[in-house]
């Protein structure tokens, strides 16, 4: 297990929960608006944080914390991911698990397992547009569709969500992302933001006129569509 960051205390990232956040490190993808660029792009294993000092963390807060998010990079590319979510539930937390869906098998291992409570995935846009929006050719199409797939026919609490970058994104492809899944199932859109660790700097957000805009042009055809931040 390569843990390549670790953040106490969220009370945004897990709904209605108080969490930390393990970030996995490595992806599969190289997206360029990625914000967790060293994660991604660094997979020395210099900088690995203990797995026994996260557990020795989450022992002391058993009262405070109610999740652990598991983020990254790309948590299920890691060959233990089970092994550490075992771990975590034993404990008594609950786990969101937050994916690109490129590994629907794993991901469906784990639900049956019942080790995971709440699932962000990403999906990074119109599957005509991913190869530019991941960094390279996207071999996982397929995969991404299984994955939708079995998050919309289990039970498992779920939402999808796709960070907008102005050079990447258009309001058709959005509609087009739309389609992928039950107009019911809650969909969120994230304004990109540069920040240092991006892996590729020199694109943009929308503005707040231009994300009204979107979201008056399509809370009709997609009224589950939350845009964060507005
Ligand atoms: S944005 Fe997510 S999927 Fe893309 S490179 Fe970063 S961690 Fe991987």
Same mark, same amino acid.
Do not use: W
């Given at each position: 297990?390569?843990?390549?960051?670790? #953040?106490?205390? %969220?009370?945004?990232?897990?709904? %209605?929960?108080?969490?930390?956040?393990?970030?996995?490190?490595?992806?599969?993808?190289?997206?360029?608006?990625? #914000?967790?660029?060293?994660?991604?792009?660094?997979?020395?294993?210099?900088?690995?944080?203990?797995?026994?000092?996260? !557990?020795?963390?989450?022992?002391? =807060?058993?009262?405070?914390?109610?999740?652990?998010?598991?983020? /990254?990079?790309?948590?299920?590319? #890691?060959?233990?991911?089970?092994?550490?979510?075992?771990?975590?539930?034993?404990?008594? !937390?609950?786990?969101?698990?937050?994916?690109?869906?490129?590994?629907?098998?794993?991901?469906?291992?784990?639900?049956?397992?019942?080790?995971?409570?709440?699932?962000?995935?990403?999906?990074?846009?119109?599957?005509?547009?991913?190869?530019?929006?991941? @960094?390279?050719?996207?071999?996982?199409?397929?995969?991404?569709?299984?994955?939708?797939?079995?998050?919309?026919? %289990?039970?498992?609490?779920?939402?999808? =969500?796709?960070?907008?970058?102005?050079?990447?994104?258009?309001?058709?492809?959005?509609?087009?992302? @739309? *389609?992928?899944?039950?107009?019911?199932? *809650?969909?969120?859109? #994230?304004?990109?933001?540069?920040?240092?660790?991006?892996?590729?700097?020199?694109?943009? /957000?929308?503005?707040?006129?231009?994300?009204?805009?979107?979201?008056?042009?399509?809370?009709?055809?997609?009224?589950?569509?939350?845009? =964060?931040?507005?």
């Amino acid at each position: 297990m390569e843990i390549g960051g670790f #953040q106490k205390v %969220t009370l945004l990232d897990f709904p %209605t929960k108080i969490a930390c956040i393990v970030f996995t490190k490595g992806c599969n993808f190289k997206c360029p608006y990625c #914000q967790n660029g060293s994660l991604v792009l660094n997979t020395e294993d210099g900088d690995l944080i203990d797995l026994e000092e996260i !557990f020795s963390y989450l022992e002391k =807060r058993k009262k405070v914390l109610d999740g652990v998010c598991i983020s /990254g990079g790309e948590p299920l590319i #890691q060959k233990n991911i089970k092994e550490l979510l075992i771990k975590i539930k034993s404990m008594g !937390f609950l786990v969101k698990l937050d994916t690109n869906g490129t590994n629907p098998i794993t991901l469906k291992e784990l639900i049956d397992l019942k080790l995971v409570d709440y699932v962000a995935m990403d999906i990074k846009n119109s599957f005509s547009k991913y190869d530019i929006t991941v @960094g390279g050719v996207n071999p996982f199409v397929e995969n991404i569709k299984k994955s939708i797939e079995i998050l919309e026919e %289990t039970n498992i609490p779920h939402e999808f =969500r796709t960070t907008i970058v102005k050079e990447l994104h258009t309001i058709n492809d959005i509609l087009e992302i @739309g *389609k992928m899944f039950c107009p019911k199932t *809650k969909y969120y859109l #994230q304004n990109y933001e540069e920040s240092d660790n991006v892996i590729k700097k020199g694109m943009h /957000g929308f503005s707040s006129l231009e994300l009204e805009k979107i979201k008056n042009s399509l809370k009709k055809i997609m009224p589950n569509l939350i845009i =964060r931040g507005i």
